[in-house]
């Protein structure tokens, strides 16, 4: 089965922090996706990566940037962390057709 | 990306047959229909996806009008663990391959005793 992990389920981070948050795919896949869900407003793409150090912007990338050393691992950085980045926070990757989702990371910023 | 109009919450007795329909009447006609669930504090899950014709997978079947404006997810006997947020994409390409997804806000389906 395709392994799609998170580093934490819930985190809390205060103002001003600077916040990673990791994603682990065991599948070799080549795009991976960073999302973020709000109530009403649904899944909104935040940045995507089709390779190795190769990177897009998705429909919301203000206020974050993307690393992507390997391919098996695909970090969001929260440069400075602020309450209106308080989200849940959905990594996913794919090889053709199917995104497989990792289980959200619950961030609170206070 | 073409964008799609689902209905906020629909209800469906247990055993029934759950219509869960779609609009997306700008669709290219290079571009897919996907269909994606969430169940409660989980990640969204891949059901099935089409460009022209009627799909069927052992999860659910996708009917597509001729038109392709629009199309029905079919779950043929639902029951309470097919309660989740269902939502409809429409698959637009980008650079490098793959799949790029807009999600909407999707269908809440309660499946009830």
């Known amino acids: 089965d395709v392994k799609v992990t998170q580093s934490s389920r819930y985190l809390v981070k205060r103002t001003g922090e600077k916040v990673f948050l990791e994603c682990v795919q065991d599948?070799?896949?080549?795009?991976m996706f960073w999302y973020r869900q709000d109530p009403g407003l649904g899944l909104r793409l935040i940045y995507f990566?089709?390779?190795?150090?190769?990177?897009e912007k998705g429909d919301i990338p203000e206020g974050y940037s993307v690393s992507r050393e390997k391919k098996e691992r695909f970090s969001l950085i929260l440069e400075s962390a602020s309450t209106n980045q308080t989200s849940m926070y959905l990594c996913?990757?794919?090889?053709?057709?199917?995104?497989?989702f990792g289980p959200g990371t619950r961030l609170t910023v206070t | 990306d073409a964008k799609t109009t689902q209905p906020t919450s629909m209800d469906c007795a247990e055993g029934r047959a759950a219509n869960l329909p779609c609009n997306h009447s700008t669709i290219s006609g290079n571009e897919y229909v996907y269909w994606y669930r969430q169940i409660h504090s989980q990640g969204p899950q891949y059901i099935i996806h089409?460009?022209?014709n009627n799909e069927t997978n052992e999860m659910a079947s996708l009917i597509i009008t001729e038109d392709r404006k629009s199309s029905t997810l079919i779950l043929p006997h639902a029951t309470l663990r097919d309660t989740a947020v269902y939502y409809c994409i429409v698959r637009s390409p980008f650079t490098g391959g793959g799949n790029k997804l807009t999600f909407g806000t999707g269908t809440q389906l309660k499946v009830e005793l």
């Open positions: 990566s089709y390779d190795v150090k190769m990177k």
């Open positions: 599948m070799d896949h080549e795009n």
């Open positions: 089409g460009l022209k």
């Open positions: 996913a990757s794919t090889l053709g057709y199917e995104q497989y």
